[in-house]
């Protein structure tokens, strides 16, 4: 410093600056001069905003000449980076006077310090320019192959690595602006009910109203933060729910109230799915991992526009909301949409949209039922893809797999399960409970209390043999359901709902059923079907048939030849000291 405090009071950078700007030496004098002069502004003395146009339009032009001596370009990028990043009016200067395909001639060099420092420059110019700007210089840019290509997944990389900090730090409870920050997610969504309703409560109270919010929001816990302590995603999560709510707030209300309000065990979460969505952008996008050497994945659209993270948030928690009311989806389905989601999602970032409405277009296109259609056209070419030795292995499969399958159905059936009756003013009154019998030869049932456990078979009153059991129907075709109208209420009760005609006597009855979730309702079909010797034909067999059969036929073609197999199952590990890593759900909240 006192080296170039001095250098500078005698006029040396002045001196340098008129070397640069005459350029009568184009060799190893401008070189030497361009690297003195960068080091001495680097110091921070003079100002970047003091430097002339006519100075920085020399510099662009050493930028633009094909000129012999190699070390003058990179030193003349570097210059006009500093330039671009520390003055406004002089990079505005710099993005006009340096074309975009000089810059990409540079970057296709095999000279590791230019094209270093052409992309500085162009991530400068990236940085500094408007959506429509990026947009324009990316478009220019995707033409010029699969160098260009890299450069871009690199600066994507780079500019989604800033948000690696976030995601890796947890939210302190004991700080206040987080803590304030939480409290402006519960006002944006409950304001009018909460706050009105607040007014006057005392502190317990009002403790407690927050409480109750903060779960209405979709938190699994009543104290936010410690759903936010995970780390990834951090803080991440936090940010991406305030920016949606302060971005979209409309489509934020929206979607908290509309589940909040619900009672009916569909309400999708919204913290919880924002906390989980943003776990699966990270990786689908590789925020924070290193970057290749190769590759040349880059998306068009996060050069679009400003905060494309936040944006592509935005998207992704409105399409889970649409894609959990497509599946009707309840509480323990959690999982399962969100898989449904990250295939969304990765399906349309690598159609590469070049914008983000172009995205939004895309995603919202591809329906739950697109979905499944698309893996079951996968399946099928997959299976077409398969050697004749193993399609004539997973045939010979089959039978064995859906006997277990069988057997599986039969046992969830012994098992019984609690179902509800609905009265015909459409509410929750009675509870009762079916099982099969151990010999598979009646059904036994009656009615329950609530929280009760579950009765004993010789406590169940009433007994259905399973020879007397003609049909299984399901739907609309069920008794109870087909008169009931065509509302949404009903809609769920048509697709959990089941019933057995029988014989009684000379007359035709039903034991009609509402199974209280899809999977029960899957189960409980296969297992009467099973019953009644016909196909068990539900979502979940096709699920688990292909499953067993993965795995069957990657166990069968294992080379096990002298490798010994034990008989025993290998000796459970002792448990830890110390269980501190473990949360246990079952403690209530206070």
């Given amino acids: 410093m006192t080296f170039a405090r001095e250098v500078i009071s005698r006029n040396g950078l002045q001196r340098l600056g008129t070397i640069i700007e005459d350029g009568d030496d184009l060799g190893e004098v401008l070189a030497l001069s361009l690297r003195a002069f960068l080091e001495l502004m680097e110091h921070g003395v003079v100002s970047w905003e003091t430097l002339s146009i006519p100075f920085v339009r020399k510099v662009v032009c050493y930028v633009n000449m094909n000129l012999m001596d190699a070390s003058v370009p990179p030193l003349a990028l570097g210059l ?12 505005q200067l710099v993005k006009s006077e340096v074309p975009l395909d000089r810059l990409l001639v540079h970057l296709q060099v095999m000279n ?12 400068a110019l990236l940085q500094g320019a408007s959506p429509v700007e990026r947009k324009n210089i990316i478009h220019s840019a995707a033409p010029m192959g699969d160098e260009m290509a890299h450069h871009l997944y690199v600066l994507q990389a780079l500019t989604l690595g ?4 976030r995601m890796r730090t947890p939210l302190d409870p004991y700080s206040q602006e987080q803590r304030e920050q939480l409290q402006v997610l519960r006002q944006a969504a409950f304001e009018v009910e909460g706050e009105s309703s607040g007014t006057g409560l005392s502190a317990d109270r009002r403790r407690s109203l927050c409480a109750r919010e903060f779960r209405k929001l979709g938190f699994s816990n009543s104290n936010p933060a410690q759903d936010l302590e995970r780390v990834p995603p951090g803080l991440l999560a936090l940010d991406n729910m305030l920016y949606f709510s302060r971005n979209a707030p409309s489509a934020y209300s929206r979607f908290v109230l509309e589940n909040s309000s619900r009672e009916d065990k569909h309400e999708c979460p919204f913290a919880r799915g924002s906390i989980q969505l943003t776990v699966l952008l990270c990786e689908l996008l590789h925020v924070g991992e290193p970057c290749s050497e190769t590759a040349q994945d880059f998306s068009p659209m996060f050069f679009g526009q400003d905060q494309s993270f936040h944006e592509l948030f935005c998207v992704g928690i409105q399409l889970l909301n649409k894609t959990w009311k497509e599946m009707r989806a309840t509480q323990e389905d959690f999982d399962k949409v969100m898989q449904v989601v990250r295939e969304q999602l990765a399906r349309t970032l690598a159609l590469k949209p070049t914008s983000l409405e172009l995205f939004r277009t895309k995603v919202n296109a591809l329906t739950y039922g697109e979905v499944l259609r698309l893996r079951q056209t996968e399946r099928l070419h997959q299976e077409g893809t398969l050697a004749p ?20 159905r039969l046992l969830r059936l012994c098992e019984g399960t609690l179902f509800r009756k609905i009265s015909s003013r459409r509410r929750q009154d009675k509870l009762w409970f079916c099982c099969l019998s151990p010999n598979h030869k009646l059904l036994q049932y009656g009615d329950t209390e609530e929280g009760a456990s579950p009765p004993t078979l010789e406590s169940l009153p009433e007994q259905l043999p399973v020879a007397d059991m003609r049909a299984l129907l399901t739907g609309k075709d069920c008794p109870h359901v087909r008169e009931k109208g065509s509302g949404k209420q009903n809609k769920d009760l048509y697709e959990l709902a089941f ?7 000379e007359e035709e009855a039903y034991l009609n059923f509402i199974a209280p979730s899809k999977r029960e309702f899957y189960l ?23 499953q067993l059969l993965t795995m069957e036929t990657k166990l069968r073609l294992l080379e096990l030849e002298n490798v010994p197999i034990p008989e025993q199952p290998p000796p459970v590990p002792p448990p830890p000291t110390n269980f501190n890593f473990c949360y246990d759900c079952s403690i209530a909240e206070p």
């Fill in 389 to 408: 030795p193993i399609l004539e292995l997973r045939e010979k499969l089959k039978p064995e797999l859906m006997g277990l399958i069988r057997q599986q």
């Fill in 162 to 165: 800033l948000l690696e900090p």
């Fill in 499 to 505: 019933s057995i005609s029988y014989d009684r006597g």
């Fill in 80 to 91: 006009l980076e500093s330039v671009t990043l520390s003055s406004p009016a002089l990079g």
């Fill in 112 to 123: 590791q310090q230019l094209q270093t420092k052409a992309m500085a420059l162009l991530t």
């Fill in 524 to 546: 409980w079909t296969d297992g009467l079907s099973a019953l009644l010797g016909s196909p068990m034909s539900s979502e979940q067999t096709r699920l688990d048939l292909e």
